[in-house]
């Protein structure tokens, strides 16, 4: 029997486990590195959870939190859960009505806020709503009650005697969460996990890291996703050392500064880092600048599954050595596996990134899922690039008539919180989940996910378009970065285009073209006509249906705060269709082609 059945005897296994002085959590704050230890980590996680006890919680009560990542994230998250309450994590950055839509579905008691500037906007929120508690913050803030005030608290033998009782009325059916979806529409659903939903998925996705062991981990992405969190909780139950950052800004000097092995990332970051790259080859010149080109080509060839000839696999040593241990050095020098979710990764970033030395690992789920329904891993024929692996085990998953994903296991959520009308639309009676996710079985057993099922798209000629397998297609070119297909009931699909302005950039210098603003140069004809050329390369690989028959270029960045994406990064199409409606008209109110070079 295992010896962790619920997520809150993590912390007593690791102390079993890993004793002594071993670090397994860090975090830095104004340039001062702080490390814990499992027996920290197990007089914290009392504290919070005594403390609560005292101040009123009930087993049942719903506590919220918004936090950054950090070490006492955790320290809260046990102390809730063994105080028999339910955590309520919320994403920092959330609009005020939908956390106060938050607050008074789950019937919120209690409040952790991090910092001042998350206060200055949920205070106000907290201030009108019955909570049982002030807020409590993580950081100082003048009039609320501090953490370190929480850690001070003395525990009693009857404090510890409740702790105990309330732990083993806990089963590991019982609610450990629950988790907020944005969305990107309509008010955020609740979605109950158990401790079993959790426990289950975390245990199974040990087998990549006991394949291809690891000692320490970066997590910056958010905790209040189950993604992360699943991976925190697996980290600590494999003895793995984590180092949290909190500040986002600072990702790449903190990655340095950890050298981590192992860390999560979604497609957007991978991304991101490959144009960073690619800018920086771009401006190197003569054998330099030969030599990168010679590396990256070879890279995209390269398949884990098959590590070519020998005359190859020489090749890509010498490449590793020349060129690609200085990606590496960017990413602390021993990264080993990026574990990538969140969305579909474009395939030829996974092969280059495989190329160059680093184990790009892809998975797919969803919260509902607790989260993952299939992850790639290190077992023979355990990867194959293009899909997200083999379904986990203890999973099942068919594919329905219409194409869409639907799982069955332990992972599958207890149900939406006050929604059970909601519930039973995606749980059948025999308890098979629908994703709403499109996808097909390559070989026989990896999993391919193709696309969301409400984003497909019909067009006024009655052909189905997937957008997000041809945003993904599109986004091979260098010059772009972001991209929404549309087309539903018109005649053809179009694009609105977000450049890459850093390589937009660096192409302007080369080619003598002045770069004044992102506003001029998208009007620009030769950076219009370059961006035709690549769109129009593309096209020939596409069926005449799917191809992009006309695009407008734009200069806003998508991202969550500004809310054209949601908080797992996916497009909010319904969002931008309506920021960009004036344009997407255009685009179908007549044609204007554009000369080639």
């Not at 403390?51 to 102390?79: Q, Y």
């Not at 839509?101 to 991090?114: N, P, Q, S």
């Not at 899909?387 to 207890?414: Q, S, W």
Request: glycine residues 6%; positive net charge.
């Amino acid at each position: 029997m295992p010896s962790v059945t619920r997520i809150f005897d993590l912390p007593g296994h690791m102390a079993k486990q890993f004793p002594g002085n071993r670090v397994l959590f860090s975090c830095t704050y104004d340039g001062v590195r702080y490390k814990y230890k499992a027996t920290d980590y197990i007089r914290r996680a009392n504290q919070v959870a005594a403390w609560l006890i005292n101040k009123g919680i009930r087993p049942g009560d719903n506590i919220a939190t918004v936090l950054l990542n950090k070490p006492e994230w955790n320290f809260i998250d046990m102390g809730i859960m063994m105080a028999g309450a339910v955590h309520v994590p919320i994403y920092p950055t959330i609009s005020l009505s939908h956390f106060r839509f938050i607050l008074k579905d789950a019937e919120v008691k209690l409040v952790f806020l991090d910092n001042s500037s998350i206060c200055s906007r949920m205070k106000p929120v907290c201030e009108k709503f019955p909570l049982n508690h002030p807020p409590v913050t993580i950081e100082r803030v003048d009039g609320l009650e501090h953490f370190t005030d929480i850690m001070n608290f003395q525990v009693s033998e009857a404090d510890l005697d409740e702790i105990y009782r309330r732990k083993r009325n806990i089963s590991e059916t019982d609610i450990a969460t629950i988790i907020y979806t944005s969305g990107t529409t309509g008010q955020p659903k609740g979605v109950m996990l158990t401790h079993r939903n959790i426990v289950s998925n975390f245990l199974a996705v040990t087998e990549i890291v006991r394949m291809h062991p690891v000692k320490n981990a970066a997590s910056f992405l958010p905790l209040c996703h189950i993604y992360e969190r699943m991976l925190n909780y697996m980290y600590q139950h494999e003895g793995i050392a984590i180092h949290y950052i909190h500040n986002i800004d600072k990702v790449r000097d903190e990655i340095k500064e950890c050298s981590p092995e192992i860390f999560t990332v979604v497609p957007r970051f991978m991304e991101k880092i490959f144009a960073a790259i690619m800018n920086r080859g771009l401006n190197l010149k003569g054998y330099r600048r030969l030599l990168f080109f010679w590396a990256l080509d070879l890279a995209k060839r390269f398949d884990p599954g098959d590590s070519g000839d020998i005359w190859y696999r020489r090749k890509i040593q010498i490449a590793r050595m020349l060129v690609f241990n200085k990606w590496r050095a960017a990413l602390g020098g021993k990264v080993k596996i990026i574990v990538s979710g969140g969305a579909r990764l474009n395939p030829r970033l996974t092969h280059i990134f495989w190329g160059a030395g680093i184990k790009v690992m892809e998975g797919y789920g969803l919260t509902e899922t607790s989260p993952v329904i299939a992850v790639s891993s290190f077992e023979k024929g355990g990867i194959k690039i293009g899909t997200v692996g083999r379904v986990l085990p203890g999973v099942v998953v068919k594919i329905a008539e219409d194409g869409e994903i639907l799982c069955r296991g332990p992972n599958v959520m207890a149900g939406y919180y006050n929604r059970p009308e909601r519930t039973q639309q995606v749980i059948d009676k025999d308890g098979w989940f629908y994703t709403g996710d499109i996808g097909r079985f390559v070989d026989g057993q990896y999993l391919q996910i193709t696309d969301r099922k409400k984003e497909i798209f019909k067009t006024s000629g009655g052909k189905y378009v997937a957008p997000q397998v041809l945003e993904n297609r599109f986004k091979d070119s260098p010059f772009i970065e972001q991209i929404m297909v549309v087309g539903e009931h018109r005649k053809h699909p179009a694009a609105v285009i977000v450049p890459a302005f850093d390589h937009l950039r660096s192409w302007c210098e080369v080619k003598g073209i002045e770069f004044t603003s992102y506003e001029d140069i998208i009007t620009n004809p030769r950076v219009v006509n370059r961006i035709q050329e690549d769109v129009t390369l593309i096209n020939h690989d596409l069926d005449k249906t799917e191809q992009i028959k006309k695009f407008e270029l734009v200069t806003d960045e998508w991202t969550v705060e500004t809310g054209e994406l949601s908080h797992t990064l996916k497009l909010r199409r319904d969002y931008l269709q309506k920021k960009y409606a004036a344009r997407i008209d255009k685009m179908y109110s007549h044609h204007t082609e554009v000369p080639l070079d």
